[in-house]
T-cell receptor, first 117, second 111 residues
Framework: DSGVTQTPKHLITATGQRVTLRCSPR?????VYWYQQSLDQGLQFLIQ???????AKGNILERFSAQQFPDLHSELNLSSLELGDSALYFC????????????????FGPGTRLLVL | TQLLEQSPQFLSIQEGENLTVYCNSS?????LQWYRQEPGEGPVLLVT?????EVKKLKRLTFQFGDARKDSSLHITAAQTGDTGLYLC???????????FGAGTTVTVRA
């Protein structure tokens, strides 16, 4: 158990719909990262928040948005869903390390499996 | 396209055999991490290497970071069925918060 929790575990929805995925980081971690894992694209970084502020952006579509709340939990909102959005969505969290960001260990949650029909 | 290329994509071996997984890139990384992911779970960090030429050992697993910090390898000695899983390498550039993952190597260790 990494200490990172994600809900829901599974989500089935239809094209055009909107869903919200939730992540609670490990106690004490200030950074939250979102990743998408699909069979053809592998694990892709979407976005990172640090203490409520957006810090880094990856291959995140405009239909997707995220935020981190004052209690440090984060939500990933996916809208106008398409069949190709079906994937595993992972959240990870980390805390600052003296050596810099590349020394931080990211702890991954169990993921949310999204199926768009 | 993947910034980090992993090979082989699939590996199936008998228990007790050795195996090596490679992770290559044309980019220089400040750090490189290896993860193992089991079905239905998130990736779990195995090791982080940050110095060119660095070798780290974790029981039967040996990790090496290339001198130029562009490549890495993971060697498992006397593989066990519990080593079965998806092995992912991931790299970060200096002061970059983004982890770039390779496509992964699926390792199956047969009893």
């Amino acid at each position: 158990d990494s200490g990172v929790t994600q809900t829901p575990k599974h989500l089935i929805t239809a094209t055009g719909q909107r869903v919200t995925l939730r992540c609670s980081p490990r106690s004490g971690d200030l950074s939250v990262y979102w990743y998408q894992q699909s069979l053809d694209q592998g694990l892709q970084f979407l976005i990172q928040y640090y203490n409520g502020e957006e810090r880094a952006k990856g291959n995140i579509l405009e239909r997707f948005s995220a935020q981190q709340f004052p209690d440090l939990h984060s939500e990933l909102n996916l809208s106008s869903l398409e069949l190709g959005d079906s994937a595993l969505y992972f959240c990870a969290s980390s805390r600052p390390e003296r050596g810099g960001p590349y020394q931080e260990t990211q702890y991954f949650g169990p993921g949310t499996r999204l199926l768009v029909l | 396209t993947q910034l980090l290329e992993q090979s082989p994509q699939f590996l199936s071996i008998q228990e007790g055999e050795n195996l090596t997984v490679y992770c290559n890139s044309s980019s220089v990384f400040s750090s490189l991490q290896w993860y193992r992911q089991e079905p239905g779970e998130g990736p779990v960090l195995l090791v982080t290497v940050v110095t060119g030429g660095e070798v780290k050992k974790l029981k039967r697993l040996t990790f090496q970071f290339g001198d130029a910090r562009k490549d890495s390898s993971l060697h498992i000695t006397a593989a066990q069925t519990g080593d079965t899983g998806l092995y992912l390498c991931a790299g970060t550039s200096s002061n970059d918060y983004k982890l770039s993952f390779g496509a992964g190597t699926t390792v199956t260790v047969r009893a």
